[in-house]
Antibody, heavy 121, light 110 residues
Framework: QVQLVESGGGVVQPGRSLRLSCAAS????????MHWVRQAPGKGLEWVAV????????YYTESVKGRFTISRDNSKNTLYLEMNSLRAEDTAVYYC??????????????WGQGTLVTVSS | QSVLTQPPSASGTPGQRVTISCSGS????????VNWYQQLPGTAPKLLIY???QRPSGVPDRFSGSKSGTSASLAISGLQSEDEADYYC???????????FGGGTKLTVL
């Protein structure tokens, strides 16, 4: 069965950096696009970024462009999100999610349980 | 302000049929298929409908989706107490070059 386990969340000061990881198992990781989606406390879902199966294509929501970088290591079945210049408004639960296709163009079909990132001084 | 517009709340009694709407534009719903997600309290989202009207295996046929023009709808028939959750629509936006979610609809079973 598909398993996605996020890690790396925590409390970080504004302006600092954090790297999230997502360990995948139960499917052929290097055949699928992968997403990061976040949810601020008490708010709705916000898509953050998507990466294609081979890492050649990446897309980001406008508010994180230039600050966040999505990447993957197919040899380790792991997805990453490097977050720089963090702001208070980045505070959220960050979910890793698997797409239904290789390019990330069908949308998430499996989700991890999420990791909480709190940006506060 | 979400690109996709959903009503913030919906409600129904057990056994009833409820529908949740999702309104977009030509650059998103108008040119791409729609997914629907269910998020039960305190849990991760779950895919409910994909490609506008397809159900993943294991999703009861009480849940159905449709799309017309720049709008989509999720219908839940035979409402049950366990359907009480937040529901989100999502699709790709050709102008933004990214995925967009609706603001979510909180369904209450009275």
């Amino acid at each position: 069965q598909v398993q996605l386990v996020e890690s790396g969340g925590g409390v970080v000061q504004p302006g600092r950096s954090l790297r999230l990881s997502c360990a995948a198992s139960g499917f052929t990781f290097d055949s699928y696009g992968m997403h990061w989606v976040r949810q601020a406390p008490g708010k709705g879902l916000e898509w953050v970024a998507v990466i294609s199966y081979d890492g050649s294509n990446k897309y980001y929501t406008e508010s994180v462009k230039g600050r966040f970088t999505i990447s993957r290591d197919n040899s380790k079945n792991t997805l990453y999100l490097e977050m720089n210049s963090l702001r208070a408004e980045d505070t959220a639960v960050y979910y890793c999610a698997k797409d239904r296709d290789s390019r990330g163009s069908s949308g998430p079909n499996y989700w991890g349980q999420g990791t909480l990132v709190t940006v506060s001084s | 302000q979400s690109v996709l517009t959903q009503p913030p709340s919906a409600s129904g009694t057990p056994g009833q049929r409820v529908t949740i709407s999702c309104s977009g534009s030509s650059s998103n719903i108008g040119s791409n298929t729609v997914n629907w997600y269910q998020q039960l309290p305190g849990t991760a989202p779950k895919l409910l409908i994909y490609s506008s009207n397809q159900r993943p295996s294991g999703v009861p046929d009480r849940f159905s989706g449709s799309k017309s023009g720049t709008s989509a709808s999720l219908a839940i028939s035979g409402l049950q107490s366990e359907d009480e959750a937040d529901y989100y629509c999502a699709t790709w936006d050709d102008s933004l070059n990214g995925w967009v979610f609706g603001g979510g609809t909180k369904l209450t079973v009275l």
